[in-house]
């Protein structure tokens, strides 16, 4: 990360908008790369979303999560039920 974040100071200084925002584009897809390896990595996201890309990019396909979590309701006081 470090090398992009001083792409974008260096462009900033230099008043180069455009290489300031090729770094920041640069960081977002490495940052959005390491995100999704992660949940894959975790098991949050299965295999078939992997194959679910289009030019490099994820597409709009179901999502398969983990089994959910049971929820755990809470009562207040005042009568009033949570729902986490």
């Known amino acids: ?14 008043r180069d908008p455009q290489a300031a925002r090729a770094a920041c584009s640069g960081r977002s897809e490495l940052m959005a790369q390491t995100m999704l390896a992660e949940l894959f990595r975790r098991q949050v996201f299965t295999p078939h979303e992997q194959a679910c ?9 179901p999502v398969a999560l983990l089994p959910a979590q049971p929820k755990i309701v809470v009562e207040t006081p005042e009568a009033t039920r949570l729902a986490f």
């Open 1 to 14: 990360m470090l090398p992009f974040y001083e792409d974008e100071h260096s462009a900033i200084h230099r």
């Open 53 to 61: 890309r289009h030019n490099g990019h994820a597409t709009a396909a």
